[in-house]
């Protein structure tokens, strides 16, 4: 009698033991898939953020260029052309610090500044003497409102000395 005993708990054993086998089985096969789901994604962000490198690069380009073009008209004082050159020669650290390491602008500027000659008081009177939409844009602290205010920057001078220069001639006329 003791043996049938035996030979049952040995059974419900064995039924236990195969259930855990095929158990664990399902379960490595479960995290193959989240690995490979994984690896997939971690492709898909590099390349995005390999994306968002060349955007942000040709987008600082641009900025710097438009920039030049306004400080060789002379539109600008040498202060606010230093600032300005600044802030948009370090369009890409900031945006992709912002990106890769989920960073507020102010955060990565703040890093931008680090070691330079310029101050983040000197950038705020910067951004106070520009037009409201770029002050709007750089209080945002976000991505979008960094980029709009850049955008500002490089072309704001330009069009409120264009503005000016026409009502100027309108009063005039």
Same mark, same amino acid.
């Given at each position: 009698?003791?043996?049938?005993?035996?030979?049952?708990?040995?059974?419900?054993?064995?039924?236990?033991?195969?259930?855990?086998?095929?158990?664990?089985?399902?379960?490595?096969?479960?995290?193959?898939?989240?690995?490979?789901?994984?690896?997939?994604?971690?492709?898909?962000?590099?390349?995005?953020?390999?994306?968002?490198?060349?955007?942000?690069?040709?987008?600082?380009?641009?900025?710097?260029?438009?920039?030049?073009?306004?400080?060789?008209?002379? =539109?600008?004082?040498?202060?606010?052309?230093?600032?300005?050159?600044?802030?948009?020669?370090?369009?890409?650290?900031? =945006?992709?610090?912002?990106?890769?390491?989920?960073?507020?602008?102010?955060?990565?500027?703040?890093?931008? =500044?680090?070691?330079?000659?310029?101050?983040?008081?000197?950038?705020?009177?910067?951004?106070?003497?520009?037009?409201?939409?770029?002050?709007?844009?750089?209080?945002?602290?976000?991505?979008?409102?960094?980029?709009?205010?850049?955008?500002?920057?490089?072309?704001?001078?330009?069009?409120?000395?264009?503005?000016?220069?026409?009502?100027?001639?309108?009063?005039?006329?």
């Amino acid at each position: 009698m003791s043996s049938m005993v035996s030979a049952g708990i040995i059974a419900i054993m064995f039924i236990v033991l195969i259930y855990f086998v095929v158990r664990g089985q399902g379960l490595q096969r479960d995290v193959k898939l989240a690995n490979n789901a994984t690896k997939n994604q971690a492709r898909r962000l590099k390349s995005a953020q390999q994306q968002v490198a060349f955007m942000a690069h040709e987008l600082q380009r641009i900025f710097l260029s438009r920039l030049e073009s306004l400080n060789k008209r002379g =539109l600008l004082s040498q202060d606010d052309y230093q600032i300005a050159y600044f802030i948009l020669n370090r369009f890409e650290f900031v =945006l992709m610090n912002c990106t890769e390491h989920g960073s507020t602008v102010e955060e990565a500027v703040n890093r931008a =500044l680090m070691h330079q000659s310029v101050t983040i008081e000197q950038v705020n009177e910067f951004i106070k003497k520009q037009p409201s939409e770029v002050r709007v844009a750089w209080c945002q602290n976000t991505q979008d409102g960094f980029i709009a205010a850049c955008r500002g920057i490089s072309t704001g001078s330009l069009n409120s000395k264009a503005a000016d220069s026409e009502a100027a001639a309108v009063a005039e006329g």
